[in-house]
C-alpha cells in the first residue's frame, strides 16, 4: 500500500522511522521496540539507507520484516549517492519485489571526505530526478521527499529551497517529510511557504524527542536545527542526570506535539533513533 494512503480526509499519517542495526543484538533490540510502538497504530514505518547504500541490503531486510510481521506498509530511504540509474532501479525492482512499495526519495550527503556532492557516472545529480525515475518506472510506488523547514544547509536562500522542494513535488512526490525541529514557528512558517508556491501534498513534521543533551548537540550541529534557549536551559540544568535530561526531553516534545497537532498537521514522523520509551511517552502524553 502505497504511503499517501496514510493522508486525507478523516486520516492521520503516524510514522516511525529505523535504522539498520549492526549487530544481531541490536536488531533483536530494534523489533523488541517496534513491538511496543506498534501499539500506537502507525500508518507505516520507514528504514534509512546507509551513506553510499552501505545498509541497503539490511534496510531491506528490516523493512520486509516489519511488513511480514506486522503487515505494516513500509518504506524504504533510497538516495543518489554511488549509484548509477541502473542501479537505483535494481534497488526499486528488488524493494517491490519485497512488497516495499514505498520510498523515501533523497539526494544524500556527499561521501564522507567530500565536501559537496558528485553524481557517479551514470547516476544522478539530484532528488528530483530520482522522483521521477521512480514515478516513471515504477508508478504505484509511494514516495515521500525531504523538506526543511531551517532551509536546507546547501541552499543559498529559503526561496531556492521552496523551489527545489517544489521541483520534487512536481515530478511526482505523495508526501513531503521534514528534517526535525524544534521551533514549531518555523515549521508553520514553511507550510505556509509551500501552500503559497502550490504545493499541495501532505507536509508532514518530523520529530526527534530529546533524550541526552550531548546526543542532540551532535544532531543538529550536523542537520542545522536550532534548539530554543529556554530548551538548552532546562537540559543544562539536568546535568549529567540522564533521566532527568530524558524526561527534560519527553515534556518539550509532548508540548511540541500537542501545539502541532491543534494546528491541523495531517501526521507526524517520528525519529525514533531505533528506540520506543521517548516516543511512547510523548504520544501517550499527547495524543
Given amino acids: 500500500m502505497s504511503l499517501a494512503a496514510a493522508y486525507g480526509p478523516g486520516k492521520f499519517g503516524l510514522s516511525f522511522e529505523l535504522f539498520p542495526p549492526k549487530t544481531a ?4 533490540a530494534l523489533f523488541g521496540h517496534v513491538d511496543r510502538l506498534m501499539a500506537f497504530q502507525p500508518s507505516y514505518l520507514t528504514c534509512t539507507y546507509g551513506a553510499g547504500g552501505s545498509t541497503q541490503d539490511k534496510t531491506l531486510e528490516i523493512a520486509a520484516r516489519v511488513r511480514r510481521e506486522h503487515k505494516l506498509p513500509v518504506a524504504t530511504h533510497l538516495t543518489c549517492v554511488g549509484r548509477t540509474v541502473e542501479q537505483l532501479r535494481e534497488y ?6 519485497l512488497e516495499v512499495q514505498n520510498v523515501v526519495a533523497l539526494r544524500g550527503d556527499p561521501p564522507a571526505g567530500d565536501t559537496t556532492f558528485k553524481p557517479v557516472d551514470g547516476g544522478l545529480r539530484y532528488a528530483n530526478e530520482l522522483v521521477a525515475m ?3 518506472d515504477f508508478p504505484s510506488m509511494g514516495i515521500a521527499v525531504g523538506g526543511y523547514p531551517e532551509v536546507h544547509q546547501e541552499a543559498p536562500s529559503a526561496e531556492v529551497d521552496l523551489v527545489n522542494l517544489k521541483r520534487k513535488v512536481d515530478a511526482g512526490a505523495d508526501a513531503i517529510i521534514t ?3 524544534y521551533i514549531n514557528e518555523d515549521f508553520f512558517r514553511f507550510r505556509d511557504a509551500c501552500v503559497a508556491a502550490g504545493i499541495s501534498v501532505p507536509i508532514v513534521p518530523g520529530l526527534l524527542p530529546v533524550t541526552n543533551f550531548a546526543q542532540i548537540k551532535r544532531i543538529t550541529a550536523l542537520c542545522g536545527a536550532k534548539l530554543p534557549a529556554s530548551f ?7 546535568g549529567d542526570d540522564a533521566d532527568a535530561q530524558f524526561q527534560v526531553g519527553v515534556e518539550f516534545a509532548t508540548a511540541q506535539t ?5 494546528a491541523g498537521i495531517p501526521g507526524i514522523h517520528f525519529y525514533v533513533l531505533n528506540k520506543s520509551e ?3 511517552q510523548v504520544l501517550t502524553a499527547a495524543l
Fill in 25 to 28: 543484538e541490536g536488531e533483536r
Fill in 92 to 97: 526499486v525492482r528488488k524493494a517491490n519485489e
Fill in 134 to 136: 521512480i514515478r516513471r
Fill in 179 to 181: 528534517q526535525l525541529f
Fill in 232 to 238: 538548552v536551559a532546562e537540559l543544562e540544568a539536568a
Fill in 258 to 262: 500537542k501545539e502541532l497537532l491543534a
Fill in 278 to 280: 521517548a516516543t511512547s
